[in-house]
């Protein structure tokens, strides 16, 4: 009897078969877990928002350092430093997470800033996020506004929110 070393023929052949069949699902598991993740910080950000625009004299913010730290110099004067903050520093910092790249843009600043709201006051926004490597860490891309309204593509690109608003013919999120 030989005192053998290594793998048959035949069990490589079957290692090669669920290899086969389970990485595309593995992939397939990992975008998924992606966009959920993306979608769950987009809702995130706009419950933030909302929640600004309340302490805000009715405007969102357009510096999104001043929802994490909303008693800061340039963000709303009279926020008290111990009252809760509405947003994390690390989706505030708009950098890749979960596979996508994020941007935030704030449009339509008011015509006079009230001395109780931030100076970075806006009347509307848009947050964008599209995957890093379309197929591999995502596959559609989504946008939000300041409606609450979140639509996206099929194909990964932007969305194309101009000037805080998301464009009409985008497909909803349902």
Same mark, same amino acid.
């Given at each position: 009897? !030989?005192?053998? !070393?290594?793998?048959?023929?035949? /069990?490589?052949?079957? *290692?090669? *078969?669920?290899?086969?069949?389970?990485? =595309?699902?593995? @992939? +397939?598991?990992?975008?998924?877990?992606? /966009?959920?993740?993306? @979608?769950?910080?987009? +809702?995130? @950000? *706009?419950?933030?928002?909302?929640?600004?625009? %309340?302490?805000? &004299?009715?405007?969102?913010? &357009?510096?999104?350092?001043?929802?994490?730290?909303?008693?800061?110099?340039?963000? *709303?004067?009279?926020?008290?430093?111990?009252?809760?903050?509405?947003?994390? %520093?690390?989706?505030?910092?708009?950098?890749? !997470?979960?596979?996508?790249?994020?941007?935030?843009?704030?449009?339509?600043?008011?015509?006079?800033?009230?001395?109780?709201?931030?100076?970075? %006051?806006?009347?509307?926004?848009?947050?964008?996020?599209?995957?890093?490597?379309? &197929?591999?860490?995502?596959?559609?891309?989504?946008?939000?506004?300041?409606?609450?309204?979140?639509?996206?593509?099929?194909?990964?690109? =932007?969305?194309?929110?101009?000037?805080?608003? @998301? =464009? =009409?013919?985008?497909?909803?999120?349902?």
């Amino acid at each position: 009897m !030989k005192n053998q !070393k290594g793998f048959t023929l035949i /069990e490589l052949l079957i *290692i090669g *078969i669920i290899a086969a069949i389970a990485i =595309p699902s593995l @992939l +397939r598991a990992r975008v998924s877990a992606n /966009e959920s993740a993306t @979608l769950g910080d987009i +809702r995130t @950000l *706009i419950s933030a928002q909302a929640a600004y625009q %309340s302490a805000n &004299g009715g405007f969102y913010d &357009g510096n999104l350092s001043c929802l994490t730290s909303p008693s800061a110099a340039a963000c *709303i004067p009279s926020y008290p430093s111990i009252a809760p903050t509405f947003l994390d %520093s690390q989706l505030a910092a708009q950098s890749s !997470k979960s596979g996508y790249n994020r941007s935030f843009f704030g449009a339509n600043p008011p015509n006079v800033v009230p001395p109780s709201s931030s100076a970075s %006051s806006m009347s509307v926004y848009s947050y964008d996020a599209t995957p890093v490597n379309v &197929g591999q860490t995502g596959v559609r891309g989504f946008a939000a506004d300041s409606s609450g309204r979140i639509c996206f593509t099929n194909d990964g690109t =932007p969305v194309g929110a101009a000037n805080g608003v @998301l =464009p =009409p013919n985008c497909q909803d999120l349902r």
